[in-house]
């Protein structure tokens, strides 16, 4: 059964950075890219990042580029998202997702606020 476990979520300050990571079991974790989303009220999820394998080809969405970081470790079958330079509009509930033989599996969510 494939589970994904979000941590890492909280409120912050505008400029300041949060670290999220999400524990993924029941599936060869190191097999599958896998992607951070995130949903903000009233709004559509959207991608955050996306990331093939560990030092592999990455792909960030236009409002993050250049402030987020996703990084994969495969040994503690683990998926990292590093924000600096928080901003307002970065508050949402984030969630890991993956998808394991054509069926999406996603996180409970961590949320995150930014607000001075």
């Known amino acids: 059964q494939v589970q994904l476990v979000e941590s890492g979520g909280g409120l912050v300050q505008p400029g300041g950075s949060l670290g999220l990571t999400c524990v993924g079991s029941?599936?060869?974790?190191?097999?599958?890219?896998m992607s951070w989303y995130r949903q903000a009220p009233g709004k559509e999820r959207e991608l955050v990042a996306f990331?093939?394998?560990?030092?592999?080809?990455?792909n960030y969405g236009d409002s993050v580029k250049g402030r987020f970081a996703i990084y994969k470790d495969d040994t503690k079958q683990t998926l990292y998202l590093k924000m600096n330079d928080l901003k307002p509009e970065d508050t949402a509930m984030y969630y890991c997702?993956?998808?394991?033989?054509?069926?999406?599996?996603w996180g409970q969510g961590t949320q995150v606020s930014v607000s001075s």
């Open positions: 997702h993956v998808k394991v033989d054509r069926v999406d599996y």
């Open positions: 029941g599936y060869i974790f190191s097999d599958y890219a």
């Open positions: 990331i093939y394998f560990p030092g592999g080809p990455v």
